[in-house]
């Protein structure tokens, strides 16, 4: 069962979305709200538009905002983007080096066409929305 979207703006950008981008989008939604009910400290999600992308963060302010999103430039990809100005995407460079493509500091690059790497993906999400905790 599909957590039903907060804001209509949000509804309305994943319906711009083409099929099996959306559904890919639909399903890291999922795992981003399942993610935060299992980890301790994050609390209720707020979900809303960051620069035109679907955008989560904890209302308590325990974590770091994380972005998703598909682009028409790079059709064949969707992506998971985090605060430039942390370490977390270092961090996962490190830990999962062969799980995602890497875009510099700011995103994981996922492809349409492959398997979502979940437990990988819900260990990236689970570290930026506890983020300030851990400092």
């Not at 950008?13 to 890919?24: C, G, I, L, M, S």
Request: glycine share 4%; aromatic share 12%.
């Amino acid at each position: 069962m599909m957590k039903p979207f907060m804001h209509h703006q949000v509804r309305a950008k994943f319906d711009t979305y083409p099929p099996e981008a959306r559904r890919r989008l639909l399903a890291l939604r999922e795992l981003v709200f399942q993610t935060a009910e299992n980890t301790s400290g994050v609390g209720e999600l707020e979900e809303s538009l960051k620069w035109g992308e679907p955008a989560y963060a904890p209302k308590n302010k325990a974590g770091s905002t994380l972005r998703i999103d598909w682009k028409e430039k790079d059709p064949l990809n969707y992506a998971m983007y985090f605060h430039c100005q942390t370490n977390l995407v270092e961090t996962f460079r490190t830990i999962f080096p062969h799980d995602f493509t890497f875009q510099g500091n700011r995103a994981l690059i996922l492809r349409l066409e492959d398997e979502a790497p979940q437990d990988a993906l819900a260990i990236c999400i689970a570290a930026a929305l506890t983020y300030h905790l851990k400092k």
